[in-house]
């Protein structure tokens, strides 16, 4: 009974596992070598792609494959414009990017590089204000130029804007979307104050001058902070490297 046990016992594939390695001529040390080297190799590859996103401040434009392309990860300056411009967000080269690039991004650039066998340079990121280091006059995306205008979208990381950000960056959006902004609120303001509060008969007249001083008012405020603080309109802004431009 011991013998039929003994032969019918489970295989350990872990064992067997070890029995192929000791049989084979490669020495303990001399794997510890070769993975060695493959790690430093996997580390310098690496390195090299975040000198290259740390230090692109020249847009040119990548040679990839066409057919190996997919579509949607394509995109138009203009398109890119229109989504900085609602959302205030920032177009700018990588090297003023000054967050966290995720492992995720890196691995992406070496996988589309081995894909379509070439080096990838002159990186652009979209993101807030921020997230760069802008000169003095929120989630991420990192784009590749390929050139006419056209962008190779390569990942994106961190958490996602505001889901109100567009409604509450409008008014920031261009001079008249500013100026409409604070009529509406000096608007609102005015039917605040309680009817006859300056005047003994409440009149037109009353709600006119009032709405007069409201609108001057909240726009003197809105201008002062703005030049204080160096701010500019998100027409003017996207694309712009100087914090006060």
Known sequence: ????????????????LDAVREKSSTSSIDVLNE???????????????????????????NQ??????ESENIYHISQI????????????????YKGDLP????????ELENKHN?????????????????ENADDPLLFAPMGNGYYYFIHKW???????????????KTFETFIFTIFLTSLLFTYLVPKG??????SGTEFFLLFIFMFKWLGGIALYYGFAKGKNFNTAIWRSKFFNA
């Open 35 to 61: 993975v060695q080297s493959i790690l430093n190799q996997t580390h310098k590859d690496d390195q090299e792609i975040v000198d290259r996103i740390e230090n692109s401040d020249t847009e040119i434009p």
């Open 64 to 69: 990839l494959n066409f057919d190996l392309l």
């Open 1 to 16: 009974m011991s013998e039929k046990k003994a032969m019918l016992e489970k295989t350990n594939i872990k064992n067997r």
């Open 197 to 202: 509060f300056f005047m003994d008969q409440n």
């Open 81 to 96: 414009g229109k989504i900085c411009i609602d959302y205030r967000l920032r177009f700018l080269d990588s090297k003023l």
């Open 158 to 172: 961190g958490s996602d804007l505001h889901p109100l950000r567009k409604i509450m960056m409008w008014p920031f």
């Open 118 to 134: 070439t080096t990838l340079n002159g990186f652009k990121m979209m993101a807030p204000s921020k997230l760069f280091k802008l």
């Open 103 to 110: 492992y995720e991004a890196i691995s992406k650039i070496k």
